[in-house]
């Protein structure tokens, strides 16, 4: 968790220049940047506003540098924030941000069609003229609707971030104490209900924590 996903990405960018340079880029690869896990507000930690903003930037370098690449006009690049399962904001938690890169992504519009984790993975599999492996997979909506006929091959250009990247929690900030006493070890190691209430109180400040809405 404390590693940057700036220090991951380079590490990749090393082995995907070597890729290109050979002509061997495998058909899938998976990069994990874990950034916008973040600490929560523990003192003296990378705040999660810039933790976010390392993740951000991180995603969008690597968009870049294979935007550029010969691979482009064949690729689709999946980003999920990881699996969408617990917290509550000013929305059902039951969702999670999906992006798909890709030449053939390009249409200006957001698709509003109802997806779940599993969409994204059943629609790898198709690109890659794979098997569904279980059921849930099988079973899974491909997310088609995201795609068109029309390419654009356009690259991508990363912007450079507009909040700071090295902004640390202080002492006072919001809940600092509660997040000294959470496991940050690992991702997920954290008491997830603990956290997000802690990045509820980091990024709204004193606006009430929403509760759970349950039908009668």
């Known amino acids: 968790m404390k590693i940057s ?8 960018k090393e082995e995907f220049h070597q890729f290109v340079d050979n002509g061997n880029l495998p058909q899938l690869q998976i990069v994990r940047l874990p950034n916008d896990h973040t600490l929560g507000t523990k003192p003296g930690e990378l705040s999660p506003q810039s933790m976010v903003a390392r993740n951000d930037y991180a995603v969008g370098k690597l968009v870049d540098m294979v935007s550029h690449s010969p691979y482009w006009k064949d690729t689709a690049i999946f980003v999920t924030e990881d699996d969408a399962q617990n917290g509550w904001d ?14 053939y992504t390009q249409t200006g519009k957001v698709d509003s069609t109802f997806y779940d984790t599993t969409s994204m993975l059943r629609t790898m599999e198709m690109i890659l003229g794979m098997k569904p492996m279980t059921q849930f997979d099988a ?10 006929h029309k390419p654009k091959f356009d690259p991508f250009k990363v912007e450079d971030p507009t909040y700071p990247l090295d902004r640390k929690n202080g002492e006072n900030a ?13 991702v997920d190691h954290a008491n997830p209900e ?7 109180k980091a990024v709204k400040g004193d606006k009430p924590y929403p509760g759970e809405t349950k039908s009668k």
């Open 90 to 103: 000013s929305v059902d938690a039951h969702r999670t941000t999906s992006l798909v890169i890709s030449p």
């Open 139 to 148: 079973s899974a909506v491909p997310m088609i609707n995201s795609f068109t």
């Open 5 to 12: 996903d700036l220090t991951r990405l380079d590490a990749w």
């Open 194 to 200: 603990k956290l997000n209430k802690i990045l509820w």
């Open 174 to 186: 919001p809940m600092a104490k509660e997040s000294e006493k959470l496991d940050f070890s690992g």
